[in-house]
């Protein structure tokens, strides 16, 4: 739950009559102003406001898309040959082998009135290249990526990480990550909420 300071910041961004923004914002100030007594009532006529205000922003979610290239295998010294061919089957490959990988990021947030936008999408592409495709393209992930140092170079584990580096960048630039998407294959793609269960 935010701070009524923090709804009212977010109702000033959002899509709604002038009249309603003061109905609201009236409210929240009289909750607010009577919070300290914390009864359950006003925490409850809290709610409610809060409830109402997000009932009415009318959130979307934005998505880019961006290609990588990349080597990697799936190998655990500790394990035999066998155990490797078994548990990873082709991915174990000592050699090596690449995939056509793509990323589909998402953003969520409520439309700016000014432009319209939940973020730019050229800030959003700039991010997602210089965090993830500058880093990875090209690369072997097991060896060159430092921030995939010592991991396990599984589609997983690969979201997973790539979703610690753009998530503050995407704060900064006035985003919220939601979702991002990686496929491996055409076959073959791993969804990730920020460790979040999104249903
Ligand atoms: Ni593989």
Redesign the pocket.
Known sequence: MTSGVQDIRILRRCLISDTLFDQIGCQLSIVNCQLPIANRQLKRQKHYICSLIFSVLKTVYIARREHFNAA???WREEWSDEKNFETFG??SNKNW?G?NYTIFVTVKGVPSLETGFVIDLKDLSTIIKKEVIDPLDHKNLNLDVPWLSGLLASTENIVIKIWEQIEEPIRKAGGELAHIRLE?TENNYVDYYGGKQPF
Do not use: S
Request: proline share 0%; charged share 40%; glycine share 0%.
């Open positions: 990697h295998k799936l082709k991915c082998h995939h491996e």
